[in-house]
């Protein structure tokens, strides 16, 4: 006779535990790892699971499907950059513009390298179309891209083809922000570099903030 695992005893109702709670952290990193590495088709509930540490049934409790923990995460990751993005418009023009170009780019440079997961998933998703596609574009990628065109205005008020100039920029600025990290191995085969190393990033703002004031001034950058 064939054994059957034993049915899961019924969810109870109400709030999991403190512990339930506690891995829904983990849950959500674990599977912008997954996600990242083998996108939505390719990443299952039961790595994702393994990735963070918990029982498969603990991920069908908090997010139900693997569409929604899709969402979720990315939600969850791309709400965090989002804020501090736009945490940082707001205080632009309190200091000299270059000033604040070279925090921008240092903000931009640290998020990249806290954040190459959520960039990889970006990639992928964009690159294949569809709903999931259609979501980051308009939830997030162009609010993104009109938030950066609005710090760049302040930052460059008198110039009238700063709007056009954004759309050479912004995208230049994002790339050479987060491409690095994307492409770790790449970059410590071919340079012998650690681009999550403090001296990297460190080196990597000042590159982006050169580029900037030049793209912004039209100079050549060195």
């Given at each position: 006779?064939?054994?059957?695992?034993?049915?899961?005893?019924?969810?109870?109702?109400?709030?999991?535990?403190?512990?339930?709670?506690?891995?829904?952290?983990?849950?959500?990193?674990?599977?912008?790892?997954?996600?990242?590495?083998?996108?939505?088709?390719?990443?299952?509930?039961?790595?994702?699971?393994?990735?963070?540490?918990?029982?498969?049934?603990?991920?069908?409790?908090?997010?139900?499907?693997?569409?929604?923990l899709w969402k979720a995460a990315v939600a969850a990751a791309f709400e965090t950059f989002r804020t501090?993005?736009?945490?940082?418009?707001?205080?632009?023009?309190?200091?000299?513009?270059?000033?604040?170009?070279?925090?921008?780019?240092?903000?931009?440079?640290?998020?990249?390298?806290?954040?190459?997961?959520?960039?990889?998933?970006?990639?992928?998703?964009?690159?294949?179309?569809?709903?999931?596609?259609?979501?980051?574009?308009?939830?997030?990628?162009?609010?993104?891209?009109?938030?950066?065109?609005?710090?760049?205005?302040?930052?460059?008020?008198?110039?009238?083809?700063?709007?056009?100039?954004?759309?050479?920029?912004?995208?230049?600025?994002?790339?050479?922000?987060?491409?690095?990290?994307?492409?770790?191995?790449?970059?410590?085969?071919?340079?012998?570099?650690?681009?999550?190393?403090?001296?990297?990033?460190?080196?990597?703002?000042?590159?982006?903030?050169?580029?900037?004031?030049?793209?912004?001034?039209?100079?050549?950058?060195w």
């Amino acid at each position: 006779m064939t054994e059957v695992d034993p049915p899961l005893p019924p969810r109870k109702r109400g709030r999991p535990p403190a512990s339930a709670e506690a891995g829904r952290d983990q849950i959500q990193h674990a599977a912008l790892i997954e996600f990242a590495r083998l996108g939505f088709e390719g990443a299952t509930i039961d790595q994702i699971a393994a990735k963070a540490g918990v029982a498969k049934p603990l991920v069908h409790y908090h997010f139900g499907s693997k569409a929604n923990l899709w969402k979720a995460a990315v939600a969850a990751a791309f709400e965090t950059f989002r804020t501090e993005v736009i945490i940082f418009s707001t205080q632009v023009g309190s200091q000299e513009p270059d000033a604040s170009l070279e925090v921008f780019a240092e903000r931009l440079v640290r998020l990249g390298a806290e954040r190459p997961h959520l960039v990889h998933i970006a990639i992928d998703e964009t690159r294949q179309g569809g709903d999931r596609s259609d979501w980051l574009r308009d939830t997030y990628l162009v609010p993104m891209h009109q938030i950066m065109t609005q710090v760049l205005s302040v930052l460059a008020p008198h110039d009238p083809d700063i709007r056009a100039k954004a759309s050479h920029i912004v995208p230049a600025i994002f790339g050479a922000a987060n491409f690095a990290f994307i492409d770790k191995d790449v970059l410590k085969r071919a340079y012998g570099v650690d681009v999550f190393s403090e001296t990297y990033v460190k080196q990597q703002t000042r590159i982006i903030a050169m580029l900037m004031q030049a793209c912004m001034h039209n100079e050549q950058p060195w």
